[in-house]
T-cell receptor, first 111, second 115 residues
Framework: GQSLEQPSEVTAVEGAIVQINCTYQ??????LSWYQQHDGGAPTFLSY????GLEETGRFSSFLSRSDSYGYLLLQELQMKDSASYFC????????????FGKGTRLSVIA | EAGVVQSPRYKIIEKKQPVAFWCNPI?????LYWYLQNLGQGPELLIR????????DSQLPKDRFSAERLKGVDSTLKIQPAELGDSAVYLC?????????????FGEGSRLTVL
């Protein structure tokens, strides 16, 4: 089976930095993605790592260590609008293959 | 570019009734997915289409669920008869050609409540 572990909830203060970790055990691995989902909304793509290292996109960064089967999403300069659920998802192989999602981390940003 | 469109957004039915959900993917996206999302959980794959062909339906409960994608564009997911445990959000997603990040473009989902 496929297993992705991430914390269920995280709370952080506006303007701070928060890191959401994801560890995975899957039958295959091609890359790790992160998605954001606001309540009642569609999951939207944030980032993707296929190789080890850090990818930066504005206030969001994502890291991958393939040898440790581990990745994280880093959110900087937190804003109230960042309150949402964040999902890590494993791409099992190349091409158009389904993503396997974690259960999600609910981030609450407080003033 | 228009996003993935799903309807209805909300549906309330009694158990044993049938229900159908419709999805219009982004133009030109040949790959289409139906995912199920229970409250507080991540999306779980139900079925994947490449054009009009279902290439991965191993997670679809075929005794009550069916799906089709006629002409390789719009898709319909049907449940008949619905059970209490089917209450969830049904998400449709589409994907560009192979390569790149494999990004999925999701619709806002159809929220089903079975009473």
């Amino acid at each position: 089976g496929q297993s992705l572990e991430q914390p269920s909830e995280v709370t952080a203060v506006e303007g701070a930095i928060v890191q959401i970790n994801c560890t995975y055990q899957t039958s295959g691995f091609y890359g790790l993605s992160w998605y954001q989902q606001h309540d009642g909304g569609a999951p939207t793509f944030l980032s993707y790592n296929a190789l080890d290292g850090l990818e930066e996109t504005g206030r969001f960064s994502s890291f991958l260590s393939r040898s440790d089967s581990y990745g994280y999403l880093l959110l900087q300069e937190l804003q109230m609008k960042d309150s949402a659920s964040y999902f890590c998802a494993v791409r099992l192989s190349s091409g158009n293959t389904p993503l396997v999602f974690g259960k999600g981390t609910r981030l609450s940003v407080i003033a | 570019e228009a996003g993935v469109v799903q309807s209805p957004r909300y549906k309330i039915i009694e158990k044993k009734q049938p229900v159908a959900f419709w999805c219009n993917p982004i133009s030109g996206h040949n790959t289409l997915y139906w995912y199920l999302q229970n409250l507080g959980q991540g999306p779980e794959l139900l079925i994947r289409y490449e054009n009009e062909e279902a290439v991965d339906d191993s997670q679809l409960p075929k005794d009550r669920f069916s799906a089709e994608r006629l002409k390789g564009v719009d898709s319909t997911l049907k449940i008949q008869p619905a059970e209490l445990g089917d209450s969830a959000v049904y998400l449709c997603a589409s994907q560009r050609g192979q390569g790149g990040t494999g990004e999925l473009f999701f619709g806002e989902g159809s929220r089903l409540t079975v009473l």
